[in-house]
Every structure is written in structure tokens, then in C-alpha cells.
């Protein structure tokens, strides 16, 4: 049995899957949080948060690394943690800083923190020559301005330092841009108490369709588990709908996806780590959109799981254990697997959803997870507002997408409408 330290996570679907991967793996772990009320928050209708079941919880101030790591260092002689973990992106770096503080297995820090900064990961793939969109950091207004004339509408702007698509805009003229600019610089801190970089990262906009390369890197060597393609919409946002894997698409652009996808990996320096790596499939060939140094979201390791028995989140852990992960395929009976967002069109409360108790029924249902009623809701701009997906899965081949798209249209929310609202603050 072994001991892990879980730094933080999300409240959304990987904080429960690793902690069920740590018990399922025989293991325990100690958790260390600045708000414990976050996740008490996080609890659902089906018992208290699994993150609550740690063997220890902790309360540090997780954000001052200067506090937290000698702290750390004084559980460690007294707990004896074996590895040290996170599912939230906005720790990732401080994982890999506490792991080689402690002497434990995982990522170089500076690879990380590369991987976790947009802008950093493209300096360091252009270096490298992987290919990716034309970009520009930009300080103000002023010198966006000068650079989208440069790279040319439509473009994208994005924060350099937030998740799950949190105020990336396309914008097609300078109006739309200084739009974009004056909601970041309104948004200085993020959902963790973190000081955001003032700072707008514009990229080429990039066209075609959208994958991700779900890999896990131990030792040197990087194996690719999967593709798994994906649904975009909510313009000018870019919003998840949906994914499903394996990705149906044909068997030379999922090759040079993966191979683009190793190459980025291999740039950044990332190893002992599963990565999520993001790719357009452009008219020009393939190109990264961003490298996640940690277990791909929005259940598309479930997805995995359902369709090859390996899992990603058991891979997570034995990692950060420095331990060889077991990324046997198995015969699931499931060809294909997909999953599909419910998303509100809508700013007020949300009063019902109808037409559950249906799609619930029909065959190839995996999961069907639905928001409540009484939920305030605002017309998404991000990943963070969904109202629930549903998760489908075809035993005859490449079917999944096509069942939950129609499932998820069958499900009509209701609403109490309000007044607009200002950006959530809080991601899943």
C-alpha cells in the first residue's frame, strides 16, 4: 500500500475519479487544500465528496509556495508520502516542485509550468519547429492591436493562465479585440485565489477539424493510448459540445496527429506524466492547440476506459508513484464511446429538465447526468456551465456520436429568465 499526497483537484469528474483510482490501486492518501469548503460545496445528493475520504486532510495556504513546501517537507518525515498529486491544473506546477522537493517521482517542474502557460509552450514549440498557430504576447491594448494587424482577422485571444476555454474569444476585428482585452484585465484573479498574468496571448485562427492525443509518459518513452475527436461550438467562444473516442476520422491524420502530439511532448521535456495534447487537423496538417500535462477531461478517460479497459486515472497514479502504469488494451465489447454537453442558452434559474426519464431508457446509455432545479445558470461562454451530459456507447463500431447528439437534443431545459451576469468564476 502506498501513500500519495493529493494537492487540490477539481470538483468536477477526475476529483472523483482519482481518488477511486487511489483506492481501487490498494493505496490511501493524504489531501491538502486551501478551502475546504470548496469541495464540501462540491458533495452530491449520493454522500460526501470522495476527496473527504482521505486518510488526512489538510489546510495550507496551497497558493505561497514558500509556506507550503517547508510544511510539506515536515508531514513528509511523519506520514512518508510515496508520490504527489493533483487534477487541477492550476497546481500542476506546484505538484512537480513539491515532487522534486521531496524527492519523489514525477515531471521536471520547468516543463510543467511550460506545458501549464499557453504562452510558454508556444515559444518553446516554435523553438523546437512543432507546428502550431502564428501568436504574439501581448502587455495592453496598444500592442494587441498592432499584432492582430500582423497576424492578420480572425484570430483568436486567449488568457495565457485559465482552463476549460475560460475567455477565449475569436475576434475578427479590432473592436472585438479590445472587447477581449478589457475582460481579461476584468478578470485579474482566478477561481483559486491565483493572481492571473495582465497579459493577452493572439493566435492564428486555426480551421479544421479538432482532436486530442491521450498519451502517458513514463521513462522516456511516451505510449499513445488513443485519439479522441471532439465537438466545438458556442461562437465566438470555443465550447466542448462533445467527444468521442476512438475519433472517427482516417487513419493518415490520426498518424501525423499523433506523431505532432509526441513531438510536443517530447519538446516540452514531459515525462512520469499522462498528457492530454490538443490538435487542429488543419488544411496545412496537423497543428497543437495546447498540451495538458495531466488526464484528459470532460470523462473522456471513461470513454477510454468503456472502449479499451485502460484507465487513464489508475495510470495518473502509478506514475506518481514512479511505477510502470498497465496500459493493456482489453476486449470491452465496446467499439466506440461518446459523450455529449447539455448547455444552457439562457441567463436565470434553471426550473427542470425535460424529456430525462426517456433518454435515460433508450439502449447504449452509459451515464445520464443532469443539473438540478433551482440552479442559477447564465448562456454558456465556457466548459464550466454545462447542465449535465449524457455518455452512450456502440458495440458494432463508430456509432456513439451519432446516438448521443440525438439523445442530448431530446433533453429540454427550462428556465426562469434573468438579467445578464458577469462571468462565472468558479470551473468545474
Not at 478551502?35 to 489538510?58: C, E, F, K, Q, T
Not at 487537423?281 to 472502449?307: D, Q, S, W
Not at 508513484?321 to 488494451?329: E, H, S
Request: proline letters at 7%; glycine letters at 10%.
Amino acid at each position: 500500500m502506498a501513500h500519495l499526497l493529493v494537492v487540490e483537484s477539481w470538483v468536477g469528474s477526475m476529483s472523483r475519479l482519482l481518488p477511486r483510482a487511489i483506492g481501487e490501486g490498494g493505496h490511501q492518501f493524504t489531501f491538502v487544500t486551501r478551502d475546504l469548503h470548496h469541495y464540501l460545496r462540491g458533495s452530491g445528493s449520493d454522500g460526501p465528496h470522495p476527496l473527504l475520504a482521505a486518510r488526512n486532510i489538510i489546510t495550507a495556504d496551497t497558493n505561497d509556495m514558500e509556506e507550503l513546501l517547508p510544511r510539506l517537507e515536515r508531514l513528509h518525515d511523519v506520514l512518508a508520502f510515496d508520490g504527489v498529486v493533483s487534477s487541477c491544473d492550476y497546481y500542476l506546477p506546484a505538484v512537480a516542485r513539491i515532487a522534486e522537493r521531496l524527492g519523489l517521482p514525477g515531471p521536471a517542474a520547468e516543463a510543467v509550468e511550460a506545458a501549464c502557460r499557453k504562452d510558454l509552450t508556444r515559444r518553446v514549440l516554435a523553438e523546437a519547429g512543432v507546428p502550431g498557430p502564428r501568436f504574439a504576447l501581448c502587455a495592453d491594448p496598444a500592442q494587441a492591436a498592432a499584432a492582430a494587424r500582423d497576424i492578420g482577422y480572425p484570430l483568436v485571444a486567449k488568457p495565457v493562465d485559465l482552463c476549460a476555454g475560460m475567455l477565449v474569444r475569436e475576434v475578427r476585428d479590432e473592436r472585438e479585440l479590445d472587447a477581449a482585452c478589457r475582460a481579461l484585465a476584468e478578470f485579474p484573479v482566478n477561481a483559486r485565489g491565483q493572481d492571473r498574468m495582465p497579459v493577452v496571448l493572439l493566435e492564428e485562427l486555426l480551421t479544421g477539424p479538432e482532436v486530442s492525443v491521450e498519451t502517458v509518459s513514463f521513462s522516456g518513452v511516451t505510449a499513445v493510448v488513443g485519439v479522441t475527436d471532439k465537438s466545438i461550438g458556442g461562437a465566438p467562444a470555443f465550447i466542448e459540445t462533445g467527444h468521442m473516442f476512438p475519433a472517427g476520422i482516417a487513419p493518415e491524420p490520426e498518424r501525423q496527429a499523433v506523431d505532432t502530439a509526441v513531438a510536443a511532448i517530447k519538446a516540452l521535456g514531459l515525462d512520469h506524466v499522462v498528457c492530454h495534447t490538443e490538435i487542429k487537423l488543419t488544411p496545412e496538417g496537423p497543428k497543437v492547440v495546447e498540451v495538458n500535462p495531466r488526464p484528459a477531461g470532460n470523462r473522456i478517460t471513461e470513454l477510454v476506459r468503456h472502449v479499451t479497459g485502460i484507465d487513464l486515472a489508475a495510470a495518473c497514479v502509478d506514475v506518481a508513484l514512479g511505477r510502470t502504469p498497465d496500459l493493456t488494451p482489453r476486449a470491452t465489447g465496446v467499439h466506440s464511446a461518446a459523450i455529449a454537453f447539455l448547455l444552457p442558452d439562457t441567463t436565470g434559474t434553471l426550473t427542470g429538465i425535460e424529456g430525462a426519464d426517456e433518454v435515460r431508457a433508450q439502449p447504449g446509455v452509459l451515464e445520464l447526468t443532469l443539473a438540478e432545479a433551482g440552479r442559477a445558470v447564465r448562456a454558456a461562454t465556457s466548459n464550466n456551465e454545462y447542465l449535465g451530459h449524457i455518455m452512450t456507447a456502440d458495440t458494432r463500431g463508430g456509432g456513439a456520436r451519432e446516438a448521443a447528439e440525438r439523445l442530448i437534443g431530446q433533453l429540454q431545459p427550462t428556465f426562469e429568465r434573468q438579467g445578464a451576469q458577469p462571468p462565472s468564476a468558479v470551473p468545474a
